[in-house]
């Protein structure tokens, strides 16, 4: 039966209750970061299980449940452990349950998507209780940053053990697995055992909400209390009556908190054939392009502009110079490549190229559906325009975009890489290699989807995963100098994961990467 | 019995188009988990797990033996998750949702409808009808978002979404049954408008009947069919626009699954969602059916 407390003001109990509530935008896949594959089952699984190591801010590898590392030759990583460490079920965590853990990720029958990531590795040793040494088949630098996979009790290391690990996760993190009522709710509750102390938060609640504009209501409601990445810009000005504050105590009830983010905007150009194999037009378009008024008006100031894949800071960030608006070049520039420009700069044009008839440069522009992205395409559209490109916007159901995208069947489309991938730079040897050009036999596996090649990047790339960190930071300088003259990809923008956090959770200091994992050290604010 | 022999048909014919739209939809469950993310992972052998190696209709058979043997997975590698518990505990809720959304309806309906009726040509019927125009026209996701605005958040009475309370239910109640009550009071004042005009309601009059017992006691009780064929009709429009009013309000039901299928590609989930809604959509049919006869004696008689 219905009861019609709901009119009789007072009757709410929203205001007393205790921990946090956090909402994110799907339920997750799995709560076991071996097989997670969707962002927020990976942030929840950080929480759970941690793994060896984790990122920085810089995005260098930092150790998590090691405490140090260190590469004995470039085939043998060797990591000792924090002392004391425990899981949630009370058992110690040592040297051997790392080893199992690896072992049994290696192990075809555990059936981990994420098995691939460790094909580098040719054993695992456990010399002593603190002491875990990683033997490799070559020399591979970017392992380091698979090791963020998660340590498990060597009893749930293997295949038969998988389901429980799934269903009641265990791990050594900062919080412990409590209870999934349903699909939508997750409980953990703070562990005791944890190598960085109990944290301070009661009771930590996930529940996921689809609908933007509720998590937005929840969040004014004062039902929530922290919300990562999961509102989009052009919202935010409807969160300012909570941002404003409280008439009584004066005090903002919601913050929005950010930090320069990683995730990468880009244009990708179509560089195998057509039009756009032509560096001079892809130079055109990209001093055509100014991002400046679409990240003051349609960002508010939540993205930095981008010179490269690698935020600026990025430990492997290298300056680039990148194109400035110039809509005189991007005309002249496209005289030469025998188009005309008569949407451009009328005066001099006559002259560029006299006797031969010019066409005006068409291109189709493929983005999602999402209303945000579509907006920010018609911007795209007019600025191309002003420089006599004659642009079409094909907005596409997203499983429809993104096949296109990665058959190939594009000329330009828009789209962003998540902050999770741009963190190891090998990135740039997946999306830029011409190894990673997809074709018949790897159509999925390949994300060089613009088809560029050029063998110098090729080596350069290759070379990188095989040295020392120092090495590699020159290697990929001289990588991102490359690229940025081809322009497989216009840069266009560095997107960051804002945390939107209520009153009632203190001390949240929001990672670039947009993890959750902050709330070990945040405080929960008395009620 | 016509009507029971063409369930089996139905279900048939929506299992079908409902593999065909699938396997027409760019995208599959492996490629929209994994998105713009993670290079090294072993698409093929997450594909080949959950039987997508497939063509459409090996898919659709694996998906009925596996419901046969009452042990239906989703097609989301690699725990594939059992999905008659998830039906379960849906399938109440939504009930639940569309049949107070029904409620709702009937009660702003039906005295509407016959208000207008009976008052047909005043400003009480304009009125009613104005009302009734405005309720068609408001889309939900915008109905929704508005009346949390106005009760949850500005005059602090209800909670904003979710399921925890049985006040949770009022704001999506009304969200879902405001078109439908829109739609069911033009059809109660046409339906009623018909009846007032035949001879027995005259001939009651002129027995000197009080104008409320002629009003329903004689002509709404005639007017009743069409509106109960409308009220079947519209349960699988309600069940359609439940799929909104259920994100809107995180609220979890079928629609709420049915959307969770769909954006993750995951196949076997949107077909057993599908073959519910039809299977429900058939139920009503037949239970329209039924009131029929409780209502009119004459579709007794026969």
Redesign the interface.
């Known amino acids: 039966?219905?009861?019609f407390?709901?009119?009789l003001?007072g009757c709410?109990s929203?205001h007393n209750r205790t921990g946090i509530v956090v909402l994110i935008e799907?339920?997750p896949?799995?709560l076991d970061n071996r097989?997670a594959?969707?962002t927020s089952g990976q942030r929840i699984a950080e929480l759970i299980s941690p793994g060896l190591v984790t990122f920085d801010e810089k995005s260098r590898p930092v150790p998590d449940l090691a405490l140090d590392y260190q590469f004995l030759g470039p085939q043998t990583l060797e990591f000792t452990l924090r002392d004391h460490l425990t899981f949630h079920d009370g058992t110690p965590l040592t040297s051997e349950d790392v080893k199992a853990t690896f072992d049994g990720l290696m192990d075809r029958a555990l059936?981990?998507?994420?098995?691939?990531?460790l094909?580098p590795v040719d054993r695992i040793e456990a010399p002593g209780p603190s002491r875990v040494l990683f033997h490799l088949k070559r020399p591979y630098a970017p392992i380091l940053g698979e090791l963020v996979l998660p340590i498990v009790p060597r009893s749930r290391a293997f295949a038969s053990a998988?389901?429980a690990q799934?269903r009641a996760p265990i791990g050594a993190g900062p919080f412990r697995f409590s209870a999934q009522p349903?699909?939508?709710h997750i409980v953990l509750t703070p562990f005791e055992g944890y190598y960085g102390g109990k944290p301070r938060i009661r009771r930590l609640l996930i529940?996921?909400?689809?609908?933007e504009?509720?998590r937005v209501?929840?969040l004014?409601?004062g039902?929530a209390d922290l919300v990562i990445g999961a509102v989009s810009p052009p919202i935010f000005p409807a969160l300012h009556a909570g941002v404003r504050g409280d008439m009584r105590t004066d005090e903002p009830r919601l913050r929005i908190l950010w930090e320069p983010g990683s995730a990468y905007a880009y244009l990708g150009l179509n560089s195998r054939s057509g039009p756009l194999s032509d560096l001079r037009i892809r130079r055109a378009i990209c001093h055509a392009l100014d991002v400046q008024p679409i990240l003051k008006a349609k960002f508010r100031g939540l993205a930095q502009p981008a010179t490269g894949m690698l935020p600026p800071g990025h430990w492997a960030y290298a300056e680039t110079p990148g194109c400035r608006r110039d809509l005189a070049l991007a005309t002249k520039l496209l005289a030469e490549a025998g188009y005309s420009t008569a949407g451009g700069e009328r005066e001099g044009l006559k002259e560029a190229s006299p006797g031969r008839a010019k066409r005006t440069l068409h291109l189709t522009l493929k983005t999602s559906t999402d209303r945000f992205r579509k907006s920010i395409a018609l911007v795209f559209q007019e600025q191309l325009a002003e420089a006599g490109i004659d642009v079409e916007i094909r907005s596409l159901?997203?499983?429809?975009f993104?096949?296109?995208v990665?058959k190939g069947n594009f000329e330009l489309f828009s789209?962003?890489?998540?902050a999770?991938?741009v963190i190891e730079p090998d990135?740039l040897r997946?999306v830029f290699s011409s190894a990673?050009i997809p074709g018949p036999e790897n159509a999925?596996?390949g994300?060089n989807r613009t088809g560029y090649r050029n063998g110098r990047l090729d080596a350069l790339l290759d070379r990188a995963t095989r040295v020392g960190q120092d090495e590699r930071k020159v290697l990929y300088a001289q990588a991102l100098a490359l690229i940025d003259s081809d322009l497989p990809y216009i840069p266009l923008w560095h997107e960051s994961s804002p945390a939107i956090v209520s009153w009632r959770l203190q001390d949240f200091e929001p990672s670039p990467q947009g993890y959750l994992r902050p709330l070990a050290r945040a405080r929960e604010a008395a009620p | 019995m016509r009507r029971l022999a063409g369930a089996p048909l139905a279900i048939a014919g929506s299992l079908i188009l409902v593999s065909l739209f699938l396997n027409l939809?760019?995208?599959d469950p492996?490629?929209?988990?994994?998105?713009?993310?993670?290079?090294?992972?072993?698409?093929?052998?997450?594909r080949r797990?959950v039987g997508l190696d497939r063509p459409w209709y090996g898919q659709l058979w694996l998906f009925i033996r596996e419901l046969a043997t009452g042990n239906l997975r989703s097609s989301?590698?690699?725990?594939q998750r059992k999905i008659l518990p998830?039906i379960w505990?849906a399938l109440p809720n939504t009930l639940l949702l569309t049949f107070?959304a029904m409620a709702v309806a009937i009660l702003i309906a039906i005295p509407l409808g016959v208000a207008a009726a009976s008052r047909k040509g005043t400003a009480v019927d304009h009125a009613a009808m104005g009302i009734a125009v405005a309720g068609v026209a408001l889309p939900r996701f915008w109905l929704g978002?508005m009346l949390?605005?106005l009760?949850?958040?500005k005059l602090?009475?209800?909670?904003?979404?979710?399921a925890d309370s049985?006040?949770n239910?009022?704001l999506p109640s009304v969200t879902l049954g405001t078109a439908l009550a829109a739609f069911l009071s033009r059809i109660t004042r046409a339906s009623m408008l018909d009846t007032l005009r035949e001879e027995y309601v005259t001939v009651s009059r002129a027995k000197g009947l009080s104008p409320s017992a002629v009003l329903w006691k004689h002509a709404f009780r005639n007017a009743l069919l069409p509106i109960i064929t409308v009220l079947g009709l519209e349960f699988g429009a309600l069940l359609g626009g439940a799929i909104v009013t259920e994100?809107?309000?995180?609220w979890?039901g079928m629609g709420?699954l049915l959307?969770?299928g769909i954006?993750?590609?995951d196949y076997n989930l949107v077909r057993a969602v599908v073959l519910v809604f039809t299977l429900s959509y058939v139920a009503i049919n037949g239970l329209t059916d039924l009131v029929y006869t409780a209502v009119d004696p004459r579709v007794r008689r026969q």
């Open positions: 039966m219905l009861t407390c709901a009119l003001a709410h929203e799907s339920p896949d799995s097989f594959l969707t059936g981990s998507p994420k098995a691939g990531k094909e998988a389901l799934d349903d699909e939508e529940r996921t909400v689809r609908d504009t509720t209501l929840e004014l409601k039902r159901e997203y499983g429809t993104f096949n296109d990665r789209l962003v890489w998540s999770g991938s990135i997946w990673n999925f596996a994300l | 939809v760019p995208g492996v490629e929209m988990m994994l998105g713009e993310q993670a290079p090294s992972v072993d698409r093929e052998a997450l797990s989301l590698p690699p725990f998830q505990a107070a978002p949390i605005i009760f949850a958040i602090d009475w209800l909670p904003v979404s979710g049985p006040r239910l009022i994100k809107v309000f995180a979890p709420t959307l969770t954006e993750k590609r």
